[in-house]
């Protein structure tokens, strides 16, 4: 069974640049996470799709980070533009739907902003 | 909001040692709870969960038990490997499933 599938693996850019993530889910899984991991901190939720419709994006900056999740499967982070405190990797993860149905989680983008 | 407070690292132990690592928790409800750990150059996986209170979660010799009484989640193992070295998270989720972690305890083994 085919993983959680994210690209790019790495991306450097500038501060004030936009840039996207992609990720690919487990497949029947219409639940999708996209979170923000720190150096050194625990994964921060940054938004929950169940298919294509948000379930939570309470800690979403949605100021600078928009993401979409068209047809229910592929998702899309954007940030615009990129801040220095935006270095961090971003993972995508997915699940079945139901109250404790595990996470399956990407490889994630690790993002430097310089 | 739903919040996982677990003890700061890094912990270093020498292999065939007692394993606690603490974790509390904050929510509303009745929330489900999780351990997660990621291994040196590998991706966040599900070591053990509990779905209500008093359950016991376990696997690879891992146990954490629910206890509402304390709102806690601590993992033990009674006897730790030099390949038990990796970071390890307490997570709770409610009903949506929204998975919120804990900052993450860094366990070193030493042979």
Redesign the interface.
Known sequence: EAGVAQSPRYKIIEKRQSVAFWCNPISGHATLYWYQQILGQGPKLLIQFQNNGVVDDSQLPKDRFSAERLKGVDSTLKIQPAKLEDSAVYLCASSLVGRSEKLFFGSGTQLSVL | ?NS?TQMEGPVTLSEEAFLTINCTYTATGYP?L?W?VQYPGE????LL?A?KADDKGSNKGFEATYRKETTSFHLEKGSVQVSDSAVY?CAL????????????TRLTVKP
């Open positions: 909001g996982v489900s999780f997660y991706g966040l996986q599900l969960k779905t998270f989720s409610d009903r949506h499933n929204d998975m919120r972690f804990g900052a993450g």
